[in-house]
């Protein structure tokens, strides 16, 4: 079975602090995809990234990096220097090599603050 | 502009009054998906569709309907809705998952707020 666990339910910091959201999957595909989406209050969900079971490179873009690891099955991703514009929930989600749905964690709410 | 579009996009509605959310997709894409989102549950998939008149049951299937007559469209029918099934939908829709060379991201509809009192 595939499972995208995301422990933090709620995490708090202050403008311009750094903060990583983990996730932490399970899948027996030696192929697969890896996913984050942003959800804003206003509730769409806003692609962010998707990384490539097959590609480990990390990726930077702009305040925002991932880093997949495959030894651990974990694709976290950081914001460096949070503005309250990242208020938002985020989603980890995995889809498989034969894979008919996302599978989405349960999200981590993200609250910057001032 | 490539987009998923939903419609209502808010509705609110009594139990057992028939309703249909249409979704429509201009990117060409085989496969279409409805997802419901429930706090603390995360988003789970209702019903898929790989093709035109190839549809299938996600994991939480019981108490809708899909249809795929056309590939652009993927609308989720509630025959008899009930107050469980206030959410927020989201369609969304791709090239093929999984080993599909073209696949590259599911590309979601702005959401559907249902409520059913």
């Known amino acids: 079975a595939q499972k995208v666990t995301q422990a933090q339910t709620e995490i708090s910091v202050v403008e311009k602090e750094d903060v990583t959201l983990d996730c932490v999957y399970e899948t027996r595909d030696t192929t697969y995809y890896l996913f984050w989406y942003k959800q804003p209050p206003s509730g769409e969900l806003v692609f962010l990234i998707r990384r490539n079971s097959f590609d480990e490179q990390n990726e930077i873009s702009g305040r925002y990096s991932w880093n997949f690891q495959k030894s651990t099955s974990s694709f976290n991703f950081t914001i460096t220097a949070s503005q309250v514009v990242d208020s938002a929930v985020y989603f980890c989600?995995?889809?498989?090599?034969?894979?008919?749905?996302?599978?989405f964690g349960k999200g981590t709410t993200l609250s910057v603050s001032s | 502009e490539a987009q998923v579009t939903q419609n209502p996009r808010y509705l609110i509605t009594v139990t057992g009054k028939k309703l249909t959310v249409t979704c429509s997709q201009n990117m060409n894409h085989e496969y279409m998906s409805w997802y419901r989102q429930d706090p603390g549950l995360g988003l789970r998939q209702i019903y898929y569709?790989?093709?035109?008149?190839?549809?299938d049951k996600g994991d939480v299937p019981e108490g809708y309907k899909v249809s795929r007559k056309e590939k652009r469209n993927f609308p989720l029918i509630l025959e008899s809705p009930s107050p469980n099934q206030t959410s927020l939908y989201f369609c969304?829709?791709?090239?093929?998952?999984?080993?599909?060379?073209?696949?590259?991201?599911?590309?979601f509809g702005p959401g559907t707020r249902l409520t059913v009192l």
């Open positions: 989600a995995l889809i498989g090599q034969a894979g008919t749905a996302l599978i």
């Open positions: 969304a829709s791709s090239h093929i998952p999984g080993t599909s060379r073209r696949y590259n991201e599911q590309f």
């Open positions: 569709s790989m093709n035109v008149e190839v549809t």
